[in-house]
């Protein structure tokens, strides 16, 4: 299948895609990756007149530490946030959510920007960004905003950008030695998108009292989310089977899930996916 003709522009200024985005009478789309971008302009469900390529940003690449959080530019690849080292020590479940998405073909090209502001219901990363409490740096002509990740994600395919803004960089909060995370995820059999990924973040004190914990689900319904009444019983206990049994209970119970004639196996999918990230988390601390 061919596209429908369009312009190709490549940007050497952040200000240049600002400008561009913000021609009302032409639709501009930002080709990052371009792994969810270009099939649906094959298949016309996407037909932008412009495509800005922003390969050639410096400004949105890269992997930083600033302060107490971890700067990650927009159009960093998934290979590199699997890889890098910073982000193995300071953000681990970023590594960990990036290196099994598609393939290695597909981690080669993808970049964390463009699965984020695609917002795939189905994706990864979003969970792991979730879960990390990530602020989500964001340029428009009106300067510069920060968004949460939980505020960010709105709808499939749907989000708080704004038309004439684009994604900068994400802001992770670091890690404290403590804490001790997992990515685990049900992957389709021919798709490799998770049926349900579940990222979980634990950080223990107080002799294995649980200080902080952070669950966040995608896959399973209609935008990724934070399993917040989970996290809340988690918070004070300790990581055994029966706390675990019980957060894994609330989570599903709470799940925000469509009513349909799948509920019940969404929801046992919850439950079961849940408990094995805590034992995967709680194995780490032995």
């Known amino acids: 299948m061919l596209t429908a003709p369009f312009e190709y522009r490549r940007a050497e200024r952040v200000e240049d895609v600002i400008e561009w985005l913000s021609d009302e009478t ?12 270009l099939p649906l302009m094959k298949l016309r469900l996407a037909t932008p007149a412009i495509l800005v390529d922003v390969s050639a940003l410096r400004e949105l690449q890269g992997v930083q530490e600033d302060g107490e959080v ?35 073909q597909v981690r080669n090209r993808g970049t964390i920007g463009g699965s984020l502001c695609h ?8 969970a792991a960004v979730l879960a990390l409490e990530a602020q989500l740096v964001i340029l428009g002509p009106n300067g510069t905003r920060r968004e949460s ?9 749907v989000t708080t950008l704004g038309r004439q803004e684009i994604l900068a960089a994400i802001e992770i909060p670091l890690s404290t030695q403590n804490a001790r995370s997992t990515y685990l995820k049900r992957p389709h059999p021919a798709s ?10 634990i950080d223990a004190i107080h002799n294995q009292t649980i200080g902080t914990a952070r669950l966040a689900i995608t896959g399973i319904a209609s935008t990724a989310f934070r399993a917040s009444a989970a996290e809340a019983q988690l918070v004070g206990g300790r990581l055994d089977a029966e706390t675990i049994a019980k957060a894994a209970s609330t989570a599903a119970i709470n799940a925000p899930l469509d009513d349909d004639e799948h509920t ?11 408990s094995r990230a805590l034992q995967q988390v709680a194995a780490q601390e032995d």
Do not use: W
């Open 70 to 104: 971890l700067r990650v530019g927009a159009f960093t690849r998934y290979v590199e946030l699997a890889r890098h080292s910073l982000i193995n020590q300071k953000a681990s479940l970023l590594s960990q959510a990036a290196n099994v998405v598609g393939d290695l």
């Open 26 to 37: 032409r639709e501009t789309k930002i080709l990052a990756g371009g792994h969810s971008l």
């Open 264 to 274: 019940e196996y969404k929801q046992q999918l919850v439950q079961v996916y849940v």
């Open 192 to 201: 490799g998108y998770p049926v349900i990924g579940v990222a979980c973040l």
């Open 119 to 126: 917002a795939d219901p189905a994706a990864d990363l979003p």
């Open 149 to 157: 990740a939980e505020a960010f994600f709105m709808a499939p395919f």
